[in-house]
């Protein structure tokens, strides 16, 4: 499932070239029976059945590379992923990323040997892998060096609070549709402010929550109230 999905793109450059390591560890190596059983019914007559907690402590302990490695279970009853928890990730010299399946994990796990659970939304998927996956790709977009311009990661949607601003590229118009001509002026200063009024209206649409009051700067509130009847004009 990992080879798949960081075989292309910016995080397989950065494991190409080492900025970032990742190392997949099966749970079936670090069982002691012969049948390598990582699963067992649940106590107390639920159906289905859940990772047993021997597997996890004995590869925890197996990969650790030092102490402070930190520790996180996949779970949709974790914190959810956002940007903040992404760079919080990436300042960590090593994660160690729980993956359940089934219907869970026991919860010694949680409770014992992770410091956290994090959720990559509310929803539940089959395992924890996907949602792995998820968390070493934007937690590794905010290692330095990993995305080719530093620049683009500090302007993506949420980085600054608010989303990002749109773009556009040739044609300048496709099907009666015309690019913003602010865009062509030449003008540095009047482009950026563009962008920051687009960024903010956008987000007050789309994401009222990110411009709460006391959210945005003052700056911010002036140049986004001063633009209530754009839409798609430039
Ligand atoms: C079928 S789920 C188990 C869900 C569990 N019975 C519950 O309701 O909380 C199996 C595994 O998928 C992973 N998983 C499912 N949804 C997830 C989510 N939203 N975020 C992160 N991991 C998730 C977790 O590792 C979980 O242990």
């Given at each position: 499932m990992?080879s798949?999905?960081f075989s292309?793109?910016v995080?397989?450059k950065?494991l190409?070239?080492g900025i ?11 069982t002691a029976d012969k049948h ?6 649940p106590?107390?007559?639920?159906e289905?059945m859940?990772?047993?907690p021997e ?13 402070g490695?930190k520790v996180y279970l996949?779970?949709p009853q974790?914190?959810?992923?956002d940007?903040?928890l992404a760079r ?5 010299t090593?994660?160690i ?6 219907e869970?994990?026991d919860e010694?796990v949680a409770e014992?040997?992770?410091?956290g ?9 089959s395992g924890?892998e996907?949602?792995a996956?998820v ?6 977009r ?6 080719g ?6 302007s993506d949607?949420?980085?600054g609070g ?5 773009q556009?590229?040739?044609p300048?118009?496709?099907?009666g549709l015309?690019?913003p001509p602010?865009l062509?002026s ?7 402010r563009?962008?920051r ?7 007050a ?5 990110l411009?709460?009051p ?5 700056e911010?509130r002036e140049?986004?109230e ?5 839409r798609k004009?430039?």
């Amino acid at each position: 499932m990992f080879s798949g999905v960081f075989s292309a793109g910016v995080v397989k450059k950065a494991l190409d070239r080492g900025i970032v390591r990742m190392a997949v560890h099966d749970l079936r190596d670090f069982t002691a029976d012969k049948h390598r059983q990582v699963d067992d019914r649940p106590f107390g007559g639920l159906e289905g059945m859940v990772l047993k907690p021997e597997p996890i402590f004995r590869a925890v302990e197996a990969v650790r590379e030092e102490a402070g490695a930190k520790v996180y279970l996949l779970s949709p009853q974790g914190r959810t992923l956002d940007a903040r928890l992404a760079r919080e990730l990436a300042s960590e010299t090593q994660v160690i990323l729980i993956c359940g399946r089934y219907e869970g994990v026991d919860e010694r796990v949680a409770e014992h040997l992770a410091d956290g659970e994090i959720s990559i939304g509310d929803f539940v998927l089959s395992g924890g892998e996907l949602a792995a996956a998820v968390v070493v790709d934007a937690a590794a977009r905010f290692v330095p060096g990993v995305v080719g311009k530093e620049g683009s990661v500090r302007s993506d949607s949420f980085a600054g609070g608010i989303l990002a601003c749109p773009q556009y590229t040739r044609p300048r118009e496709f099907r009666g549709l015309k690019v913003p001509p602010v865009l062509f002026s030449g003008d540095h200063k009047r482009i950026e402010r563009w962008r920051r009024r687009k960024a903010l209206e956008k987000t007050a649409r789309q994401r009222p929550d990110l411009v709460e009051p006391g959210a945005l700067s003052p700056e911010d509130r002036e140049l986004l109230e001063e633009t209530p009847h754009e839409r798609k004009s430039s």
